[in-house]
C-alpha cells in the first residue's frame, strides 16, 4: 500500500477510473453515478473559507491501481481545524484495513500541520460510514443540517488528534 499526493493533470484519469469502479457513495448521496466532472471537483472542492494551496488530495494505492481517494483542508471549521471532505475506497479493498491505515495517514498529517482535531460530516442514512467513523474515535459534534437539495441529513463528527 501506497498513500501520495494526487495532481489533477497526471491523475485524473485514475481518479475518474476509481469513480466508475465506485459509485456508490454519490449513487447513495445524490442518486447519480460520478461522471468526469465529479471527478475534476475532487482537485478543486473543499469547505469553505479553506485555502486550496494548504489542502491535499490523496490517492491509496494497492500495486499500481488507485485504490482510495482522501481530501483533507486546513481551517474550517474553525481557522485551526482539519476537515476530512472525502475518504472513498473501492469496494475490492474494503474489509482488509485499508481505511484504518489511510485514516491513520491523514490524521498524521493533520497533526504535524497542528491540527487539534479533525472533523468531518456524515449523512444520516449512511450506517456503514457511522459504524466505521465511531470505531475510529470519531464523536458528534451535536451539530446536524438538513439539505434540501439533496434531501439527506449531515452530522458534523469530531475527533480530538
Not at 491501481?65 to 472513498?88: H, R, T, V
Not at 475490492?92 to 489511510?102: I, L, S, T
Amino acid at each position: 500500500m501506497l498513500i501520495r499526493p494526487l495532481d489533477p493533470i497526471t491523475d485524473l484519469a485514475l481518479v475518474e477510473a476509481l469513480y466508475v469502479e465506485a459509485p456508490d457513495y454519490w449513487l447513495f448521496a445524490e442518486g447519480a453515478a460520478p461522471g468526469p466532472a465529479k471527478a475534476a471537483e475532487f482537485f478543486t472542492d473543499g469547505p469553505p473559507g479553506c485555502d486550496p494551496a494548504r489542502s491535499y488530495r490523496l490517492g491509496l494505492f494497492d500495486g499500481n491501481q488507485l485504490s482510495g481517494l482522501a481530501e483533507l483542508s486546513f481551517g474550517y471549521p474553525n481557522p485551526q481545524d482539519a476537515y476530512l471532505g472525502l475518504m472513498l475506497l473501492a469496494p475490492r479493498v474494503q474489509n482488509k484495513g485499508y481505511g484504518k491505515a489511510f485514516l491513520a495517514h491523514v490524521e498524521h498529517l493533520a497533526r504535524a500541520a497542528g491540527a487539534p482535531q479533525l472533523y468531518l460530516a456524515v449523512l444520516e442514512k449512511n450506517t456503514r460510514g457511522h459504524a466505521f467513523w465511531s470505531r475510529e474515535g470519531f464523536t458528534a459534534t451535536g451539530i446536524s443540517r438538513f439539505d434540501a437539495e439533496s434531501g439527506h441529513t449531515i452530522h458534523r463528527l469530531i475527533k480530538a488528534l
